[in-house]
């Protein structure tokens, strides 16, 4: 069995910043590509960063120069910085992963987190 669990979530300010984390545990071999989703009220999910487990990254046009994907391969964690945050950044974000596990490659949600910015 494999967990996803992310935190730092919360209430800010425009302007301000968050950084949310992704940690996944249990039985994994490593984590190939990780991502962070967000959905918005009333709005489909939609990919905010992903990252490879090389390092290799991309971004959602809306938050290029604001946010900023990272991992830690050596503890199974994704990190997302967000800087400058807008209102319109308020959603509940979701780590995904794609863990190789027993007995194969198998993709991973956690539950999300919710991201409040006030304007």
């Known amino acids: 069995q494999v967990q996803v669990v992310e935190s730092g979530g919360g209430l800010v300010h425009a302007g301000g910043s968050l950084r949310l984390s992704c940690a996944a545990s249990?039985?994994?071999?490593?984590?190939?590509?990780m991502r962070w989703y967000r959905q918005a009220p009333g709005k489909q999910r939609e990919l905010v960063a992903d990252?490879?487990?090389?390092?290799?990254?991309n971004y959602k046009d809306s938050v290029k120069g604001r946010f900023t994907i990272s991992r830690d391969n050596a503890k199974n964690t994704v990190y997302l910085q967000m800087n400058s945050l807008k209102p319109e950044d308020t959603a509940v974000y979701y780590c995904?992963?794609?863990?190789?596990?027993?007995?194969?490659?198998?993709?991973?949600w956690g539950r999300g987190t919710q991201v409040t910015v006030s304007s």
């Open positions: 995904n992963a794609d863990v190789r596990t027993d007995p194969g490659v198998v993709n991973y």
């Open positions: 249990g039985r994994i071999f490593s984590i190939d590509r």
């Open positions: 990252i490879t487990s090389g390092g290799s990254t």
